[in-house]
């Protein structure tokens, strides 16, 4: 059974399912369309729940163009729809969008075209209230099919009467508020058990369509009747449900097969931020403390010092609102956070004037917008001339990228030519340990005459001088304090006693302003092990420089002897059998090698989508470069690479056992609650682990781990598939990317990144998968109240009781907000998750020998190539109808290349 991307579960239409009307072909849903006056109502555009509706009914001529092979059972359909002609135009005049059997049943056995205008006038009256108690998926499409029957009976209201713009009790203006609130309820909305409880909504894929197909009826009602609406609202409206910018982006991460099905789009926002200038705005020393104030508090700006603070406020710009004046629409994407100087504004959620909060002197709004742009939750008006402070989702990022980012390099730089005894870090250490280091060290200012360290403190800290003159003394038995020497700059103190384990043998001084920088023993201690071994042993490369070390490592990473396995293959060397599925980008068939007859997944790529945007060639390309450089049997592989002037093909492992999230969706567990055992957790969990310890291990970070982008081999163990954002990462990376609920705090504050946010999403995972949801979920709430609790980490997850202690334990370890502390990033690596307690006893040999029996195995058909569907006329058409691009990439291997990202 097919479903069909705009109705119900209907039965499939033929392979050529398609009405003529004059010269303009339109793709129908099945049954046929009957075409009605009311047709003229409504554009063409809109998305149809059922019937085909065009601008103007079409001629006799037209008409006449339907033949008995259109449908398999057009006769019999149209005997019945002549039966019931009156009736059925009637409906579709009033409820063109809206399945007819809902409507009978609302109607009774004797409906009236009055009955049925004060149905769609109640049900739209009452949607808002619906609406805010959170409703299933079905609730929220006749909701949606309600309030856009109801549009459509006021402008044919209004077009006959001048003297109306209403029909009933509820005015237009009313529904496109309604309309406006179900946009909002239903951007990021999680998907429940309650979701899936219907026959025609039977899974998260279906509903996760049907919340698409609602937004995009809202949406393009309202920019057809609604100035203040436009295109690129509608572009952020058109997303999927749980995630994604709203840009052709998502669709490449959203590609509906069943190797790639993914209900929570990845977003992935990189931004050339070396090319924006700092424009800094001249302030008020009171504005300054105004906005400093203001902001401090916010979870966002917590963890910046004051200098660090200064520069984010001085990129801060005024803006004056006359009263009366919207600064911000409900459901506008907004990139920009406000800082209220004076007046006076008014934020409430329309269709709900319950709902209403006053700003003044010193509030704030739109934070949200700072971490990615998502539809506002509310409008807010100038009740009184206003003056604002306004700082850009873009300078933000550029600034604290830039803060952190020459942050970063000085301790790097500075920290590899500091003394420790006799000798420089860069001839103790390798420079993996010394960028882990600069990472780790923190920054601390000391005025003349501070005291930095006691004579006789027990020392849990080592320093660096980066700048200023210390002075060490030692205490006298008469109390007095005798000058020692100086500490200057380069030179580090603090680690005799670390190594002794005893106090500090001076008092150490600032005999001037003085800048240094600090690592705890523990931060030590993460990074290289017991501080006494790390200083005795030598871990250093000899006479080898940075990027020499760097080239030797990438050498070393991708000169396996696997590589010489890839296919050589062209097109012709395939036998073609199955559809496994399709997406905004392309398809995957089921192929078979005619040498060796190897089934394989081949995925082709449209070239002219991929080039719309050009870090959507760098994706493609950097996906190429990673699955077929590491081999894993955790990690899809790439095994050959094509290409013609319509698409590149990637040949493909075949993985048929459908992804971890469509297990996850269905699994009966328990009666209300979709999760798995503990033990089916850490079966799942083992492919994450060793899939990680690959890619670390190759300096990969991974950055979009969820259930949907682990795909089943055909025995059930878990493989990890779309590398379409994963990087080669040197030191730290800036970019905004990642599932929401996956999203670490280092990402959403852009303060620089590395692999551990990959450790991050593996609590994430493991609390989903046990729970049925991922920890900062906020249902029904302001996705920036997930993105506080994120930034927050463990403290603010609400473990189930279910969950084991060794389960808990580790998750908590894993949900550290500071990313150097994480264990799995740590000195041990991978290796002290795998030897934590909670995987006690599980034969992780086995588990590789894939010996292991798997807990979710895949119900196949005895002849595998049956999976899939046949490829129908409409595939074949969009195929034909792709166009050529110029774009010939370099699908040759390289493994001194890196893409963007």
């Known amino acids: 059974m097919e479903r069909l991307e705009t109705g119900p579960i209907l039965p499939p239409p033929s392979a050529d399912d398609e009405c003529q009307t004059s010269s303009t072909a339109t793709t129908s849903s099945y049954p046929p369309p009957q075409f009605t006056e009311a047709s003229a109502v409504i554009p063409s555009s809109f998305p149809h729940y059922g019937p085909c509706h065009l601008p103007n009914p079409p001629s006799s001529s037209s008409a006449s163009s339907f033949t008995s092979s259109s449908y398999p059972s057009q006769r019999q359909q149209q005997q019945h729809d002549e039966r019931d002609a009156d009736f059925e135009t009637m409906l579709k005049q009033i409820f063109p969008y809206c399945p007819t059997d809902h409507i009978r049943e609302l109607l009774g056995p004797k409906p009236t075209r009055e009955k049925a205008e004060e149905v769609a006038n109640r049900l739209a009256q009452d949607g808002s209230t619906a609406a805010s108690n959170h409703g299933n998926v079905s609730s929220l499409r006749n909701l949606s099919s309600s309030f856009a029957s109801t549009v459509a009976v006021s402008a044919s209201a209004s077009a006959s009467s001048s003297s109306s713009a209403a029909t009933g009790p509820l005015s237009t203006a009313s529904l496109k508020s309604n309309l406006r609130l179900l946009l909002n309820m239903t951007s990021n909305r999680p998907l429940d058990a309650r979701d899936v409880l219907d026959d025609d909504i039977y899974s998260f894929d279906v509903a996760k369509d049907e919340i698409r197909r609602i937004r995009k009826l809202a949406a393009d009602i309202l920019v057809t009747s609604d100035t203040t609406m436009n295109r690129e609202n509608v572009r952020y409206m058109e997303r999927s449900a749980g995630g994604g910018n709203g840009d052709d982006e998502d669709e490449y991460y959203q590609e509906d097969n069943v190797m790639y099905r993914s209900a929570r789009g990845a977003l992935y926002d990189k931004q050339d931020l070396t090319s924006l200038v700092k424009m800094s705005v001249r302030k008020t020393p009171e504005v300054r403390s105004l906005i400093y104030d203001a902001i401090k508090p916010n979870a966002l700006f917590e963890i910046f010092a004051d200098d660090e603070m200064m520069q984010i406020i001085d990129v801060f710009r005024p803006v004056t609102f006359k009263g009366g004046d919207v600064i911000m629409r409900q459901g506008d994407v907004g990139s920009e956070f406000y800082v209220v100087e004076w007046g006076q504004l008014r934020e409430h959620v329309e269709g709900d004037m319950t709902k209403s909060k006053v700003h003044s002197r010193g509030l704030t709004f739109g934070e949200l917008s700072l971490v990615f742009g998502s539809p506002s939750a509310s409008t807010i008006t100038a009740d009184t001339d206003v003056r604002v402070w306004i700082l850009e989702r873009d300078v933000y990022r550029s600034v604290v990228r830039s803060i952190r980012w020459e942050q970063y390099q000085e301790k790097l730089n500075f920290i590899e030519n500091c003394v420790v005894g006799d000798r420089l870090f860069v001839d103790r250490f390798d420079f993996q340990h010394i960028e882990d280091l600069a990472i780790a060290a923190k920054v601390d200012n000391f005025e003349e005459g501070d005291v930095i360290l006691r004579e006789g403190d027990l020392v849990e800290t080592f320093y660096i001088v980066r700048s200023g003159i210390i002075t060490r003394y030692k205490g006298e038995s008469g ?55 790390a200083f005795d042993n030598n871990t250093a490369m000899p006479s080898v420089s940075r990027s020499t070390w760097r080239e030797t490592s990438r050498s070393t990473i991708f000169t396996s002897s696997s590589l010489q396995s890839l296919y ?98 269905k699994h009966p567990n328990l009666k209300h609650r979709r999760a798995f055992d503990e033990d089916v957790t850490k079966f799942y969990a083992a492919s994450v682990v060793l899939a990680f310890e690959k890619l670390h291990g190759c300096m990969i970070a991974y950055r979009d781990l969820k259930p949907e982008n682990i795909v089943l081999d055909k025995k059930g163990y878990g493989v990890l598939v779309d590398f379409g954002i994963a990087k080669y990462v040197e030191g730290l990376t800036y970019t905004f990317c990642g599932t929401p609920d996956y999203l670490s705090p280092e990402i959403i504050r852009c303060t620089g990144h590395n692999w551990a946010v990959d450790y991050w999403a593996l609590g994430i995972f493991l609390f989903e998968m046990t729970k049925g949801a991922p920890p900062f979920r906020v249902n029904g709430r302001s996705p920036i109240e997930r993105e506080k609790k994120i930034l927050k980490g463990f403290e603010l997850v609400n473990v189930p009781q279910y969950f084991t202690s060794g389960l808990t334990d580790l998750i908590s370890k894993l949900l550290i907000a500071e990313h150097t502390k994480r264990l799995g990033r740590m000195q041990n690596g991978v290796q002290g998750i795998k030897n934590h307690r909670w995987f006690a006893g599980f034969d992780w040999e086995g588990f590789e020998n894939q010996s292991l029996k798997a807990p979710l195995p895949p119900n196949l058909p005895r002849d595998i190539k049956e999976i899939g569907s046949v490829m129908d006329s409409r595939l074949k058409q969009e195929v034909d109808a792709t166009p050529y691009s110029e774009w010939w990439p370099d699908l040759t291997l390289d493994m001194q290349r890196t893409y963007a990202g």
Not at 508 to 518: E, H, N, Q
């Open 479 to 533: 109390g007095n304090e005798v000058k020692i020497g100086t500490v200057e700059e380069s030179k580090a103190f603090g680690t005799t006693s670390l190594l002794k384990g005893v106090g500090s043998p001076y008092t150490y001084k600032a005999s001037s302003r003085v800048k240094v920088f600090f690592l705890t023993r523990h931060d030590f201690e993460s990074i290289m092990g017991s501080v006494k071994d």
């Open 568 to 665: 050589k293959c062209d097109l012709d060397d395939l036998d073609f059998y199955n559809v496994l599925g399709r997406g905004a980008f392309g398809h995957v068939m089921l192929v078979q090698s005619r040498r060796t007859k190897r089934l394989f997944a081949l995925k082709a790529q449209s070239k002219y989508n991929i080039c719309k945007k050009k870090y959507l060639q760098d994706q493609v390309l950097k996906e190429f470069e990673i699955a077929t450089q590491v081999e894993h049997k955790t990690l899809l592989r790439i095994h050959c690479a094509m290409q013609d002037k319509k698409f590149v093909y990637f040949l493909l492992d075949l993985l048929p056992g459908g992804t971890l999230m469509d297990k996850l969706s």
